[in-house]
């Protein structure tokens, strides 16, 4: 458990910060063994000046792939199929690599191309040409496989949501339900994460939530309202709605082994470094704080959207923060800050 008590003072200064930075509103939620710090600052609607609040919705973008993670442990725990599987087995003639397995896909380390490089290369123009459209998985996937392997599978951390795409394709198969259900029946209702919904094509979001604003790309400051969209070219990569306090409840259980068997969350905690503070491991970030903490989570950035969402290794503290605002590195870099503030308790310069 970390030392430090959450410093709110230091927290509602990252997120004024995330505000200077030219999101409209930010958020921040703390559950510290059973207390929780609820804090927002700024708009969620910049049309009717609705104040932002802790409890608002929102999308989490690559938090997904954490759920979508979970419910492929699930099955390998059920003896549905296996981390080392080649996943040709169970999707014959999906992949051309007959070597990649389902633990290079939730490990990021299958070599398989980033679609989203190609469709979001010019931020705006790309996000309009695809806000309505609604994708099959193969379509995705042919859009990725249509560029060159970026390595070799079980090579390098490269991160893609190409591998998230492919899992979700496992889930359909393997259980013969749709992602959205199985998300539903195995996470979102045993844990009664009343805010969460899986909400694809359907563009609009359920419940009191925040609008996101995508920037414009150059030195422009416009935003553009990118609240509703199918977010179909994201899906079991990135299509999940929630809340800072479903996110909080959802990696605490996570890390408390309560959705997956001990031998699984070991295996989601073996790490491949991104860099010198940070791993990935199976569909789950590990972050290590300046205070010697080392916190467990993911962060999403979708079109109007960051978010960041960890939590200790006991699963006693956990932090989701979120800014409605994307594609400003300056607004994606105060949420570690937030990070800093719940778990060393410090204002990290
Ligand atoms: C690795 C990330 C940051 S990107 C990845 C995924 N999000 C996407 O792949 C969408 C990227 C385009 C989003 C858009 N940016 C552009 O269009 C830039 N040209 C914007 O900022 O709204 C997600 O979520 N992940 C984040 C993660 O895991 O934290």
């Not at 992949?95 to 679609?115: A, M």
């Not at 998985?137 to 490269?158: C, F, I, N, V």
């Not at 905690?269 to 972050?287: C, E, K, P």
Request: hydrophobic share 40%; charged share 20%; glycine share 10%.
């Amino acid at each position: 458990l970390p030392a430090a008590a959450p410093d709110p003072v230091a927290l509602r200064a990252a997120l004024r910060s995330a505000l200077a930075n030219g999101a409209p509103g930010a958020l921040a939620r703390v559950d510290d063994n059973g207390r929780a710090h609820r804090l927002a600052e700024g708009l969620a609607d910049r049309g009717t000046k609705r104040a932002i609040t802790a409890e608002d919705r929102f999308r989490i973008g690559s938090v997904t792939k954490t759920f979508t993670t979970v419910v492929l442990l699930q099955l390998v725990d059920e003896g549905v199929l296996k981390l080392d599987d080649p996943v040709v087995k169970h999707l014959p003639g999906a992949l051309p690599d007959k070597r990649i397995t389902v633990r290079h896909l939730l490990g990021n380390r299958s070599g398989l191309y980033d679609y989203t490089n190609t469709l979001f290369a010019r931020t705006v123009s790309g996000f309009e040409a695809v806000r309505n459209k609604v994708f099959t998985h193969r379509q995705l996937l042919d859009l990725s496989l249509a560029k060159a392997a970026t390595g070799s599978p079980g090579g390098a951390y490269a991160y893609s949501n190409t591998n998230f795409v492919v899992a979700g394709m496992l889930i359909e198969k393997l259980t013969g339900t749709s992602t959205g259900t199985a998300y539903r029946e195995r996470i979102i209702t045993p844990l009664k994460l009343a805010d969460t919904f899986y909400v694809h094509p359907d563009t609009a979001l359920p419940g009191k939530h925040s609008r996101g604003y995508l920037t414009s790309d150059g030195s422009g400051t416009s935003l553009v309202d990118a609240t509703r969209q199918t977010a179909s070219w994201a899906q079991s990569a990135g299509a999940i709605i929630s809340s800072a306090r479903d996110l909080n409840t959802f990696f605490s259980a996570l890390l408390r082994g309560e959705l997956t068997s001990a031998a699984r969350l070991t295996q989601m905690r073996r790490w491949t470094a991104v860099n010198s503070t940070q791993g990935y491991g199976l569909g789950l970030r590990r972050r290590d704080l300046s205070c010697g903490v080392s916190v467990y989570g993911h962060t999403g950035a979708v079109q109007g959207y960051y978010t960041y969402s960890f939590t200790s290794g006991d699963g006693k503290r956990s932090v989701t923060s979120f800014a409605n605002a994307s594609n400003n590195a300056a607004v994606l870099n105060t949420l570690p800050r937030t990070l800093e503030a719940a778990f060393c308790g410090t204002q990290a310069t």
